[in-house]
Every structure is written in structure tokens, then in C-alpha cells.
């Protein structure tokens, strides 16, 4: 089990900007994030591994940036220039030893997530 905590969402007028944080019991191989609105299928976000190498689907690329504190078994996803379509319940993820978008999407740890809402 890695169990995961997310925090940070909330709601922000578009093209505001917010941080979530994603506290984990360790710091496993590949980290990221995914997304669900509602009604809608899970999106994978990104991405980081545990050497820094990233992924980002193209929806959020040049506004998200994906990071890690291998130390802090911390992971973080800076949000910036968000649209309404960027609302969702947002999730952490963790996956040993393989990473992508599809692979965080399937994660087995996961955590209960945190709502994004973005206002037009």
C-alpha cells in the first residue's frame, strides 16, 4: 500500500492559478496526477519519475508543471492560466515501476482527490 493525500484544489476565476500538494508514504518510481470531471472519463494529467523525467497531456501543456521532493515523498502540480474545462476532481497517483498517462490513470494508489473549479 502507498496511501496519498491530496490537498490544495479550491476554486479560481479563469486564468487564476493554484498548487496541489500530494503527501505519500514514499517516494515511488512515477508520480502524477489524473483527473475526472464528472460524467466524463479519467484523464491522466501528468507525470514525474523519481529522476525528474515528466509527462503532460497535451491539454496542459506550458500551463501545468509537474514536480517532486523525493525527501519529502511530496508531489506537486502548479497550475497556472486555468479554464473552466480544467474543472475537476483531481487525483495523485502512484505506480512502481513503470510511468505514463495511462499507467497513472490505473493506478492502483490513488487518493480521494481534490475538487478544481474554474470559474469563467
Do not use: H
Not at 33 to 38: E, G, M
Request: proline letters at 2%.
Amino acid at each position: 500500500q502507498v496511501p496519498v493525500v491530496e490537498s490544495g484544489g479550491g476554486s479560481v476565476q479563469a486564468g487564476g492559478s493554484l498548487r496541489l500538494s500530494c503527501a505519500a508514504s514514499e517516494s515511488t518510481y512515477c508520480m502524477g496526477w489524473f483527473r475526472q470531471a464528472l460524467g466524463k472519463e479519467r484523464e491522466g494529467v501528468a507525470t514525474v519519475t523519481r529522476d525528474g523525467s515528466t509527462s503532460y497531456a497535451d491539454s496542459v501543456k506550458g500551463r501545468f508543471t509537474v514536480s517532486r521532493d523525493n525527501a519529502k515523498n511530496t508531489l506537486y502540480l502548479q497550475m497556472n492560466s486555468l479554464k473552466p474545462e480544467d474543472s475537476a476532481m483531481y487525483y495523485c497517483a502512484a505506480v512502481r515501476l513503470v510511468c505514463g498517462l495511462t499507467y497513472i490513470t490505473a493506478a492502483q494508489y490513488r487518493g480521494q482527490g481534490t475538487q478544481v473549479t474554474v470559474s469563467s
